[in-house]
């Protein structure tokens, strides 16, 4: 752990005395003072005494929990970085926490690689904080009913952004591909920013023919074409105040995107057939399925256009790079299923859910709902064997989908670190994740000592 800032302090809450135990030697390092606590009320009182930089709190405490513990922190010292740990956070648990203001949220597996470097980012930024002199912003709770199921690293990520994104009114760029669940992250954007208590309007770009889209989009005066029998008010009206999502904008025509450029710079527009302006107050979200960069190359999409969109983009990760998730899923699913249909409890099981983490999705998490309810449909017992999962066979790896993949990783790779090393450091951590912490497991599984695992992950 590189040298923190001198003379901070550290404060760690956990009800095990164990996980203090090995917390406070895991992040021991000169000219950082170590804390501890039990319970939520006993950190309250070290806060309210003590100047903490850090603190790392578990969710689940006495007399209350972690969340409540946070707003009572950034209360009294808004200043302080705050990250909660808990087995298994919820969507809701890990969007609230970040537009609360918590710095992070950690699975309790993923703390031996993942809390000191956390730790160490959370003490830089409250240098720099600090420095500024600016204090963490104020941010008023919600509860928000969007429900987005997974544990895995990447879509964790997403949650998180997605807490972040919503305190603003910037316009939001989903991107990803068909099935991942855009529509789900634009709903959780809106349902946790200040413009929840107004309507969330869709209006999928694709799906409209160019002639009819100026109209959905804008509206329009009477007799302004034919079969335009009386006004009609446009999305951006329907919206005003609210949230605008449009789906799949690279299908937007052109003559359509330069109108929708206009409103995004000064919220003016005016119905088709009418010269009188008209103003609107929303939050735009776009999604697409497409490269718009490549688009943009391509003369099919405005470059304008694009940077207005992409003030903050999402990216959704495809179910094959989360395979960690496909059991909750598909869990998820058989539930509210055969609850919908009044069936028995169905479950998978064991080789069945390995049949559905072998196969590629390329439709995504829709394609694995379909799956399921086919399965159900069909099913002649209340437990699904792999013959029962109606898949056409199992899609081996293609080269090209290797390709893809090692295409991805080079992409993601840091420009400033040495690619073998860390691409084989990220391989060894994502190992030891679906392993559930299990280094004897993971190491066999990449054909490595458990030494040499502990040195690469080291490194």
Known sequence: MSEPIPEDTLLLVDPDLD??????????????KILRCDNAANAVKVVEKTPVGVVVAA?????????????????????????????????????????????????????????????????????????????????????????????????????KMVGRVARSDAPVLIAGESGTGKELVAKAVHEYSPRHHKEMITINCGAIPENLLE????????????????????????????????????DMPLSIQVKLLRVLQDGSFSRVGSNENLTTDVRII?????????????????????????????????????????????EFFLQRITRKNGMARIRLTAEAINLLQSH???????????????????????????????????????????????????????????????????IAGRMVERADGDLKEAALALQLSVADLRSLLKN
């Open 360 to 426: 590629t999705w390329p439709g995504n998490v829709r394609e694995l709902e379909n799956t399921i309810a086919r399965a159900c449909a069909l099913a002649t017992s209340n437990i699904l064997l792999p013959a029962d999962i109606p898949l056409a066979s199992i899609p081996g790896k293609s080269p090209a989908m290797l390709n893809g993949a090692i295409d991805q990783l080079i992409n993601l790779a840091p420009t400033d670190e040495d690619l073998l090393n860390w691409a084989s450091r990220e």
């Open 59 to 159: 969710m689940e405490l006495e007399p209350f929990d972690g969340m409540e513990l946070l707003g009572r922190i950034l209360q009294h010292s808004p200043n302080t970085m705050v990250i909660l740990t808990a087995g298994f956070p919820s969507t809701g648990q890990i969007i609230e926490a970040t537009q609360r203001g918590a710095h992070d949220v950690l699975r309790k597996e993923s703390l031996p690689f993942e809390l000191r470097t956390v730790v160490e980012s959370a003490l830089q930024m409250r240098e720099e904080r600090r420095s500024a002199g600016k204090p963490a912003a104020e941010l008023p709770k919600n509860d928000g009913r969007v429900k987005m199921i997974g544990i895995s690293r990447a879509l964790q990520g997403v949650f």
């Open 215 to 250: 109209s959905e989009l804008f509206g329009h005066e009477k007799g302004s074409f034919t079969g335009a029998i009386a006004r009609r008010a446009g999305r951006f009206e329907q919206a005003d105040g609210g949230t605008l999502f449009l789906d799949e904008i690279g």
């Open 19 to 32: 996980f203090l135990d090995w917390a406070t030697k895991h992040l021991f390092a000169r000219n950082l």
């Open 286 to 330: 776009a999604a697409t399925h497409k490269n718009l960069t490549e688009e943009v190359a391509a003369g099919r999409f405005r470059e304008d256009l694009y940077y207005r969109l992409n003030v903050v983009e999402i990216r959704i990760p495809a179910l094959r790079e989360r395979i960690e998730d496909i059991p909750l899923l598909a």
